[in-house]
């Protein structure tokens, strides 16, 4: 079955320290992936996906098919960032299947 | 153009009541899929529409069914309320590129059942 895994459900750092949020998944085919984030009290929004291979708000993801991962990283956080991000997974222009999401906290 | 639009915002049912759900897409986007986000089950697929057909559906009970008009507007009912369908209802449209399925979201519809 597909899946996608955010193992942390937390995640919180210093500002100007590098960020990386994991993102593994389990698909026989091709995926297509995609990392969204929730900004509080905004909608769920596209950041990134890897078809694009481009650099948003100085995030990046790579995907890496031997190890079935899709994680997010940024060298410097900024306070910002603070949001939910939510992994997620699509096959053949079929339905989006999500992880439970990571929530990241930057402090001052 | 203008985003994905929901309507209501906020609602308040009891069990047992039924309760129906709108939401506009993009302008020209086509697909529409709807999602139930809570706390502890994050983000799950209920179904999605495309072109007034049902082409997908996620693992909900019958209760909770949808429809898609000609103008690409969609509908979401849910019959006989439980406490448990209390959540946050999103829906999001495609404009279904060949390349990507990249999905916009609406705010969404705070549902809570008492």
């Known amino acids: 079955a597909q899946r996608v895994t955010q193992p942390e459900k937390l995640l919180s750092v210093f500002k100007g320290a590098p960020v990386e949020l994991k993102c593994n998944y389990s698909?026989?085919?091709?995926?297509?992936l995609f990392w969204y984030v929730q900004y509080s009290r905004q909608r769920l929004q596209l950041l990134l996906r890897?078809?694009s291979r481009e650099s948003i708000k100085g995030f990046t993801a790579d995907l890496n098919k031997g190890e079935t991962s899709f994680h997010l990283k940024k060298p410097f956080a900024q306070e910002e960032d603070s949001a939910m991000y939510y992994c997620a997974l699509s096959r053949n222009t079929d339905k989006l299947i999500f992880g439970t999401g990571t929530r990241l906290q930057v402090f001052p | 153009k203008a985003g994905v639009t929901q309507t209501p915002r906020y609602l308040i049912k009891t069990r047992g009541q039924q309760v129906t759900l709108s939401c506009s897409p993009i302008?020209?986007?086509?697909?529409v899929s709807w999602y139930q986000q809570t706390p502890g089950q994050g983000l799950q697929f209920l179904f999605e529409?495309?072109?007034?057909?049902?082409?997908n559906k996620g693992n909900f009970p019958g209760r909770f069914s949808g429809r898609q008009f000609s103008n690409s507007r969609s509908e979401m009912n849910v019959s006989t309320l439980e406490l448990g369908d209390s959540a946050l209802y999103l829906c999001a449209s495609s404009p279904q590129s060949q390349s990507s399925y990249e999905q916009y979201f609406g705010p969404g519809t705070r549902l809570t059942v008492t």
């Open positions: 698909y026989s085919g091709s995926p297509e």
């Open positions: 529409y495309f072109s007034e057909t049902q082409r």
């Open positions: 890897h078809i």
């Open positions: 302008s020209g986007h086509r697909s």
